[in-house]
């Protein structure tokens, strides 16, 4: 854990009062700032600290008002919470990666997710600008989770945020992003939302409601997350080491490496049925996600993650090399 966010947490601990449910004005402050500086965001943000932002995509939909009879595009493989936000809102699910194979549907809301989880792809600046012109045409909302938007490894992220995505105006258009993977603050549930300025007006009306409040000592721990950028080198740092043990060795047992140009995993394949993979690795002692965990699309990929310890990272690879 970063020292300076440990200290921001103990310092604002004598919290007796409800907290905001928008953010003190440092917070808010300190995010839209964040998002200037790291996703090149020029225009007028409204901006929102959410519990983590595993609640945000779960409930998202239904905050929206997306409901029976509306659609919501998701990726092919993505997290499976896009798809369990969707059937909360009790709406139907559309997985797709080319919008023009989606047709004359009504869809409410388009999930984006770059860089991905769990394949680590990355989509170019082109790609998310076809992206809004078409849910702008449609009076759809996009909504791009951004959560390893600052861990790119052979390729920069863009948001769709960014001045040469939107320039600026954010009508229809939100940004999620999580404090988890920058700054290593899972335990925290720090998360943000920022974009077009009435949406975001919306979601703070029911969230009030909702009582989907950041707790005071985690608000001031974000400020001081997201104004230092020290520890997030040196977290980059750590990922990068580990990254580069990992596919070594996956390599040499085998594995093809797709994608991958960001993010905190390797998507990894033997051309073989992904729980073959997983059974595997696993009497190696190492731990891997299953590709059918992320869809139809993906059942013969594993995600393996650089989130263990330096020293079980070389453990796994010492026990890749013995052979699967």
């Known amino acids: 854990m970063p020292q300076v966010v440990r200290q921001a947490l103990i310092d604002g601990a004598d919290a007796p009062g409800y907290p905001l449910t928008a953010g003190t004005a440092k917070l808010r402050a300190a995010i839209a700032g ?7 965001a020029s225009g007028d943000l409204g901006v929102l600290p959410t519990i983590g932002s595993k609640e945000l995509v779960a409930w998202l939909p239904t905050l929206l008002g997306v409901g029976p009879g509306d659609k919501v595009v998701i990726p092919q493989v993505c997290y499976p919470t896009y798809e369990v936000g969707v059937r909360l809102a009790g ?4 997985r797709s990666d080319s919008l023009t194979a989606v047709g004359p549907e009504r869809v409410k809301l388009i999930w984006i997710n770059s860089p991905s989880n769990p394949t680590g ?12 012109a078409w849910a702008r045409e449609r009076g759809a909302i996009v909504v791009s989770d951004e959560c390893y ?5 052979e390729a920069e992220p863009v948001s769709v945020l960014a001045d040469e995505v939107t320039g600026g105006d954010y009508t229809g258009v939100l940004a999620v992003h999580s404090l988890s993977k920058r700054s290593n603050l899972a335990g925290y549930r720090a998360g943000l939302v920022g974009g077009d300025p009435a949406l975001v007006a919306e979601l703070l009306a029911v969230r009030k409601h909702a009582g989907m409040i950041v707790p005071a000592p985690v608000q001031a721990a974000m400020v001081a997350a997201l104004e230092d950028e020290e520890h997030v080198a040196q977290q980059r740092a750590r990922y990068s080491a580990r990254r580069d043990t990992l596919r070594a060795a996956l390599s040499k047992a085998g594995f093809e490496i797709s994608h991958s140009e960001a993010g905190l995993y390797l998507w990894a394949t033997r051309g073989e049925d992904c729980w073959q993979t997983v059974d595997r690795l696993a009497r190696r002692g190492i731990l891997a996600a299953p590709g059918a965990f992320y869809g139809p699309a993906a059942a013969q990929h594993v995600r393996i993650a650089m989130t263990a310890t330096d020293e079980r990272v070389a453990a796994a690879a010492d026990r890749l090399a013995e052979g699967l």
């Open 121 to 132: 792809r990355v989509l170019p600046a082109e790609h998310l600008r076809k992206v809004v």
């Open 34 to 40: 964040w998002l200037a500086r790291s996703c090149h």
């Open 91 to 94: 709406a139907e699910v559309i």
């Open 149 to 153: 938007l600052t861990l790119g490894w």
